[in-house]
C-alpha cells in the first residue's frame, strides 16, 4: 500500500513535530495547507493538456460574467456561440489582461472583439466574455477545480499521477520554511542556516520536477 503524503513529507524533513507546535492536528492542517498551497501552484503553470482528462465543461451562459469567483479552478479555454442559436458553433475566445478591456470595443484595436474573434478575461475574479453573451450568443467555459488533499490520503483525484511527487517536494518546501521561522537566528544561527540550505535544496527538487510539465509560451 502507498505511504501517505504525511509519510512522505515527512521521509523528507523528517518529523512534523518541527513544525513548532505540540498540537498533531495543527500540524496536520500544516501539512495540509502545504499541500494544497502547492497543489495550486502545480495547477497554475503546467501545460492545459495534463489537466484536460480533469476539465469539466460550464453549462451555456448568456450574460456577462460568466463565471463568478473562480478562484480555485484554473480556466482551460472559453468559446463563444457565434451563430444566432445556441447550438450552434463555438468560436475558441483569446485571453487578453484585464486591464485591456477598455479595447475590446475599439475596432482599430488589435484587441478588438468580434463575433468571429472573441475574447475572455478575469476580473475581480469574475470571468468575462466579448462581445458579451446574450440569449442568441452563448458563452462556456472548460476548467479544472484544485482538488482537495488530505494529509492521510495516498492519493489525490483529478490530478496528474506524474506530479505527485513534485506535489510532495514542494509541500516539503513550504513545511521546511515554516520550520525556519520557530528559532532564533541570533541564539540558533546554525540550525537556522542548516534549514535554509534544506529548504534552497528542496526548493530547487521541486522546480526541476515541475519544469518538464510546465506550459511554454508560444
Known amino acids: 500500500m502507498a505511504a ?49 482528462p480533469f476539465a469539466v465543461a460550464s453549462s451555456s451562459v448568456t450574460g ?26 463555438f468560436i475558441s475566445c483569446v485571453f487578453i489582461d484585464s486591464g485591456l478591456t477598455n479595447k475590446v470595443q475599439v475596432p482599430e484595436s488589435i484587441y478588438f472583439a468580434t463575433e468571429q474573434a472573441p475574447r475572455w478575461t478575469f476580473h475581480n475574479k469574475n470571468l468575462y466574455v466579448y462581445p458579451a453573451p446574450d440569449s442568441n450568443n452563448a458563452a462556456r467555459y472548460l476548467s ?23 506535489l510532495v517536494l514542494g509541500a516539503s518546501a513550504i513545511l521546511k520554511q515554516r520550520t525556519i521561522t520557530f528559532y532564533n537566528e541570533d541564539e540558533d544561527a546554525e540550525i537556522v542556516a542548516l534549514h535554509r540550505a534544506q529548504w534552497a535544496e528542496l526548493e530547487q527538487k521541486y522546480k526541476d520536477a515541475l519544469a518538464p510539465y510546465i506550459a511554454t509560451s508560444e
Open 144 to 166: 479544472v477545480a484544485t482538488p482537495t488533499i488530505e494529509h492521510g490520503a495516498t492519493s489525490v483525484t483529478a490530478f496528474p499521477d506524474e506530479l505527485e511527487h513534485a
Open 64 to 89: 456577462n460574467p460568466i463565471a463568478s469567483s473562480i478562484e480555485t479552478v484554473r480556466v482551460l479555454s472559453v468559446e463563444r456561440n457565434s451563430e444566432n442559436d445556441l447550438i450552434g458553433d
Open 4 to 52: 501517505s503524503f504525511q509519510v512522505r513529507i515527512e521521509d523528507i524533513i523528517g518529523a512534523t513535530v518541527s513544525l513548532g507546535s505540540d498540537s498533531g492536528t495543527d500540524n496536520e492542517q500544516a501539512i495540509q495547507d502545504a499541500l494544497q498551497d502547492t497543489a495550486n501552484d502545480i495547477l497554475g503553470k503546467i501545460s492545459p493538456d495534463l489537466l484536460l
